[in-house]
């Protein structure tokens, strides 16, 4: 079975920076792509960065600049990178892997929270 487990959220100051993780477990399939949306409160879910396998990255452009995506040498698990985070960004994180096969599997969300 197929689980996203992520990283803890948190709150953090304006300005500040977090990391989050998300490692793909009990997979047969190769993940074809990974990344982040995330859904602040009254807002739909939007994407964030994405990761493909062989290494392009995607940033939206709201968070450009601030933040990174990035893998390890297993590509099972990206890490996004937030830096000098806005309370804008108050959202829910959720990770996403997208197989070879076509399936997308979701994590559970990370709350995180930035206070002015």
């Known amino acids: 079975q197929v689980q996203l487990v992520e990283s803890e959220g948190g709150l953090v100051q304006s300005g500040g920076s977090l990391e989050l993780s998300c490692e793909v477990s009990?997979?047969?399939?190769?993940?074809?792509?990974m990344g982040w949306y995330r859904q602040a409160p009254g807002k739909g879910r939007e994407f964030v960065a994405s990761?493909?396998?062989?290494?392009?990255?995607t940033i939206d452009d709201s968070v450009k600049g601030r933040f990174t995506i990035s893998t390890d040498i297993t590509a099972r698990a990206n890490y996004l990178q937030m830096n000098l985070l806005k309370p804008d960004d108050t959202a829910i994180y959720y990770c996403?892997?997208?197989?070879?096969?076509?399936?997308?599997?979701w994590g559970q969300g990370i709350q995180v929270t930035v206070s002015s």
């Open positions: 996403y892997a997208l197989m070879d096969n076509h399936d997308t599997y």
């Open positions: 009990g997979i047969i399939f190769t993940v074809r792509d």
């Open positions: 990761l493909l396998n062989g290494g392009q990255t």
